[in-house]
């Protein structure tokens, strides 16, 4: 079975400094991932995804993250935050890509707060 | 890219009654549309895929009575909470993916208080 783990529930940063949300996810097979963000009373808007090929990707909003399979990781990075970005990011793993869609396995979770 | 719209997006109701959710792919079709369901400041968890003309399939400790989902056409899914109660307020969220695509997109969520 296929589990995300979002260590921090929490992470405040100042505007313009730079963030990294941590994710790690277990899986007994070849895994697909992806970062959300979802702000409050909203439904969830794809930030990236990897599905195969170079392991830096590239999102929306100036986000990127990195996947390292040795390390079984996925962060999501930021060189310099907006006030806009503050909202809560899930990280998520599908362990099948049908045309149908994925069944996704979620995180718990992190809170961004942007402060000025 | 492709749009899943959600009906209505909050809704309260008395104790007892049923409330009927509906979710939409306004742009392409889906065969299969997943249901989840969020409590405040958690996770999404998976309830349920909803397969068009076939059976739902449930997850496990989903209560597949009390959570009718009906996908009737290849845009359109229904979640019905049957004989509500309190505990199932909750934000539910649906969403779809385009055939071939891979990526699921979302609705807007339902946020369904129940009295």
């Known amino acids: 079975a296929q589990s995300v783990t979002q260590l921090d529930s929490q992470v405040p940063v100042f505007e313009e400094a730079p963030v990294e949300l941590r994710c790690n996810y277990s899986?007994?097979?070849?895994?697909?991932l992806f970062w959300y963000v979802q702000y409050p009373n909203q439904g969830l808007q794809l930030l990236l995804k990897y599905l195969s090929g170079s392991t830096l990707v590239k999102g929306i909003n100036g986000f990127e993250a990195e996947f390292n399979k040795s390390q079984t990781s996925f962060h999501l990075r930021k060189p310099s935050v907006h006030i806009s970005d503050t909202a809560e990011y899930f990280c998520?793993?599908?362990?099948?890509?049908?045309?149908?869609?994925?069944?996704?396995?979620f995180g718990t979770g992190t809170q961004l707060k942007v402060e000025l | 890219g492709a749009v899943v719209s959600q009906h209505p997006s909050r809704v309260i109701c008395k104790s007892g009654t049923s409330v009927k959710i509906e979710c939409r792919s306004l742009d392409f079709q889906a065969t299969t549309m997943f249901w989840y369901r969020q409590f405040p400041k958690q996770s999404l968890m998976l309830m349920a895929t909803s397969n068009e003309g076939s059976k739902a399939t449930y997850e496990q400790g989903v209560e597949k009575d009390k959570f009718l989902i009906n996908h009737a056409s290849l845009t359109l899914s229904t979640l019905t909470v049957t004989s509500a109660h309190p505990e199932d307020s909750s934000f539910y969220i649906c969403?779809?993916?385009?055939?071939?695509?891979?990526?699921?997109?979302f609705g807007e969520g339902s946020r369904l208080t129940v009295l």
């Open positions: 998520a793993v599908s362990e099948g890509l049908t045309g149908g869609g994925n069944k996704l396995t």
């Open positions: 969403s779809a993916s385009p055939t071939g695509k891979g990526e699921l997109f």
């Open positions: 899986s007994s097979v070849s895994v697909y």
